[in-house]
Every structure is written in structure tokens, then in C-alpha cells.
């Protein structure tokens, strides 16, 4: 059982309100990471970072910022929240070496209205 | 770029019968592949993964892949299937010098009995 949590789990908001999903896992693990997922798609990596103080953008390119000053703590936040931000985002967290097992958190479901 | 394609998008199934799902992926080089599954309400989580020697990998619960160079696959198969292996199954890759994974976009699979 992997131990990485997210919250919320569900939220719905209007447009333009900041908001900030959490993350957090008690592994020690260097790299996190933030997927998006659409209903029936695939999964795209929109954040990482390979320990404290370091963030990158991953593949889908993304209004959201995220921050890493503890190990094990990778929040996400979006400034000024949009229909089209409307996803699910998945958090995750490995070990330092290339091709480790990625672990997952149970996902945050965000819906902007 | 790196791809994966998951050519089964929905397949449904009785219990006891048997199942292969299929993953191709795009890279020339040398790659770790893994399946994850999620099941209904939980996180995404590993279910078997390849990084080098035998090319037919055995996972939890029955499952096993394969992995064929030449073809550039790893396709998922267990057997006989049960109504709890009602889940979305996620094909994934990423080269040995990176940490990000690719994923396929899913094959939801209904096990009914």
C-alpha cells in the first residue's frame, strides 16, 4: 500500500478561484509527480520535481504552479480556476533512480464551474 | 516522442474466460514498461513491470506480460479472469535514462459473472 495522500478528493468551484490540491507522502521518495487525467484518456504529466526546490513542467503544458519546500510535500495550485481545468489530477512519488516504481495517490477530482 | 497505444478502449468478458490486452509503444531504445490497474474508486497501482531478463514478467493476482522486442509490446494476459479484475488497465514506458512515464490511454475491462 502505497503512502501518498491527496486532498481534496472531490471538489467543485466557480471560475476564477484560486485553489490549491495537496499532496503528501511519507516514503522519503526524491521525485514527485503531477498527472492530469481526463474522463477515458490518457495520463499527462504536467509537473515534477526531482526533490526540494526543484520543479519542472512535464509534458502538457499547464496554467497551474506547483512548489516543493519539504520532501515530502508537492501541492498544486491554480491561481484562477477555469472550465477547461476540469480534470482529475493524480499525485505521485518515486525513488531516485531512473525507472523506479511510481507511486500513486488516490487523485483529486476538480470540477470548475 | 515516446507513444504508447492501448488498441482495446472497452472489453467485456465473462468470468473464467481469458484475457490479453494489448500495448505497442514508440522508442527505438532501451525501455522499462510496467501495467498499472485501477480499480473502481482506488488509486492507480502497479501491477507488474519489466526492466531486463525474462521477457515474460509474472505480477499479483494471475497476471503476467510479455515483452517482445522485435514487436515493440508488452501485452497483459491472465488466463481466467474473475469479476474482481473489473478495473481500467494502463500500459506504461519510459526510456532508461528518464523518469517520466508514458501512459496508453486505458482499456476499461468488465468482468460480469
Known amino acids: 500500500e502505497a503512502d501518498i495522500y491527496q486532498t481534496p478528493r472531490y471538489l467543485v468551484i466557480g471560475t476564477g478561484k484560486k485553489i490549491t490540491l495537496e499532496c503528501s507522502q511519507t516514503?522519503?521518495?526524491?521525485?514527485m509527480y503531477w498527472y492530469q487525467q481526463d474522463p477515458g484518456m490518457e495520463l499527462h504529466l504536467i509537473h515534477y520535481s526531482y526533490g526540494v526546490n526543484s520543479t519542472e513542467k512535464g509534458d502538457l503544458s499547464s496554467e497551474s504552479t506547483v512548489s516543493r519546500i519539504r520532501t515530502e510535500h508537492f501541492p498544486l495550485t491554480l491561481e484562477s480556476a477555469r472550465p477547461s481545468h476540469t480534470s482529475q489530477y493524480l499525485c505521485?512519488?518515486?525513488?531516485?533512480?531512473?525507472?523506479?516504481?511510481?507511486?500513486f495517490g488516490e487523485g483529486s477530482w476538480l470540477t470548475v464551474v | 516522442a515516446q507513444s504508447v497505444s492501448q488498441h482495446n478502449h472497452h472489453v467485456i468478458l465473462s468470468e473464467a474466460a481469458s484475457l490479453e490486452l494489448g500495448c505497442n509503444y514508440s522508442y527505438g531504445g532501451t525501455v522499462n514498461l510496467f501495467w498499472y490497474v485501477q480499480y473502481p474508486g482506488q488509486h492507480l497501482q502497479l501491477l507488474l513491470k519489466?526492466?531486463?531478463?525474462?521477457?515474460l514478467v509474472k505480477g499479483i493476482k494471475g497476471f503476467e506480460a510479455e515483452f517482445i522486442k522485435s514487436k515493440f509490446s508488452f501485452n497483459l494476459r491472465k488466463p481466467s479472469v474473475q469479476w474482481s479484475d473489473t478495473a481500467e488497465y494502463f500500459c506504461a514506458v519510459n526510456a532508461h535514462n528518464t523518469d517520466k512515464l508514458i501512459f496508453g490511454t486505458g482499456t476499461r475491462l468488465q468482468v460480469f459473472p
Open positions: 516514503m522519503g521518495h526524491d521525485k
Open positions: 519489466y526492466f531486463s531478463g525474462d521477457p
Open positions: 505521485a512519488s518515486s525513488e531516485g533512480h531512473a525507472g523506479n516504481t511510481i507511486y
